[in-house]
């Protein structure tokens, strides 16, 4: 099994969790424990800009954090590796929910919710469907991206296009599946 280090501390790598923007997420395991191990990367995003990535995770946490919408934990940051060690938030992503018709309005309504905290403060969150996960039937933002709020990227005129079976979506899927 591969390790990885968070401050000297070494993490038991399960599986690659998922390839976002701004890093590689892991899921990890120490002392009968498991947490998300993201490694940072600078690979090129032709659509987004990006700074210092460790920074903005830092940033945007404490954002995110005092503003009470659920979020995992962030429990260590590498500076060194460019790695973060956070909560691990086990159930289905939005995404596995749609493509097995097992959304309900109640997640929307979630989701809605949230909206309702971060558009007052000026925010967007990276709406996208793998970015939540279900767990006891409430929605956790398992990223830590936010930005200034724009109408373009909110939720009702970007993200809603990902969360039910449309047109952006199995153009999504079919990237995806061409890509693998």
């Not at 469907?129 to 830590?144: K, W």
């Amino acid at each position: 099994m591969q390790e990885l280090e968070v401050n000297g501390k070494p993490y038991e790598i399960i599986r690659l969790l998922g390839h976002g923007k701004g890093g590689y997420s892991y899921l990890a395991e120490k002392d009968g424990k498991q947490y998300v191990l993201k490694q940072i990367h600078h690979e090129p995003c032709d659509y987004y800009q990006f700074g210092n990535k460790l920074e903005a995770e830092k940033h945007d946490y404490e954002i995110l954090k005092s503003t009470g919408i659920r979020i995992p934990k962030l429990y260590e940051v590498d500076e060194k590796e460019e790695r973060i060690l956070k909560e691990y938030i086990e159930g289905p992503t939005v995404l596995e929910l749609v493509v097995t018709n097992r959304m309900k309005d109640d997640y929307l309504e979630q989701i809605r919710q949230m909206c309702d905290v971060l558009y007052p403060r000026a925010l967007n969150i990276d709406y996208f469907p793998t970015n939540f996960v279900l767990q006891n039937d409430l929605l956790y933002y398992i990223d830590y991206e936010c930005n200034a709020y724009m109408e373009k990227w909110n939720f009702e005129n970007w993200g809603s296009k990902y969360w039910a079976q449309t047109p952006q979506l199995q153009e999504y899927l079919e990237k995806e599946r061409l890509d693998k």
